[in-house]
């Protein structure tokens, strides 16, 4: 099996020793995004929801270049440094994933790279 690493501009380049994504027979595996400006590489600023917006922004742009889409992603990990942004998250959520309904799961965590709020990494059919 070919592995074939995705990377694209219109989302912020890894900032660390990964890959945006992997596409692999038929598959893409997405890296965890946090909320940050492709352009400037920094956080979009401290709001929960501008962060969450732009976080799935990059993931749809990542989608895009490794030939896929939101309607295509069969699994979700969220990664919230406040449960209490559940219901909020869910809200932006939706915005992106409105009718599909990939396999998801949220979990808590104390901290996250470059302190921001939430981060997202997904899997999705390809090609």
Not at 32 to 60: A, C, W
Request: net charge neutral; proline share 5%.
């Amino acid at each position: 099996m070919e592995l074939k690493t995705v990377q694209t501009t219109s989302a912020p380049a890894a900032i660390g020793p990964y890959s945006q994504a992997i596409a692999v027979g038929g598959w893409l595996f997405i890296s965890g995004q946090i909320g940050l400006d492709p352009v400037t590489g920094e956080l979009v600023g401290p709001e929960f929801d501008r962060q969450t917006r732009r976080v799935l922004q990059n993931l749809g742009a990542i989608l895009a270049a490794g030939g896929s889409g939101y309607d295509r992603v069969i699994s979700v990990d969220v990664y919230l440094t406040a449960m209490e942004r559940f219901t909020e998250f869910n809200t932006i959520y939706r915005e992106f994933f409105s009718d599909h309904k990939p396999a998801r799961a949220v979990v808590a965590v104390s901290s996250l790279p470059k302190n921001a709020l939430v981060e997202i990494k997904c899997v999705a059919k390809c090609g």
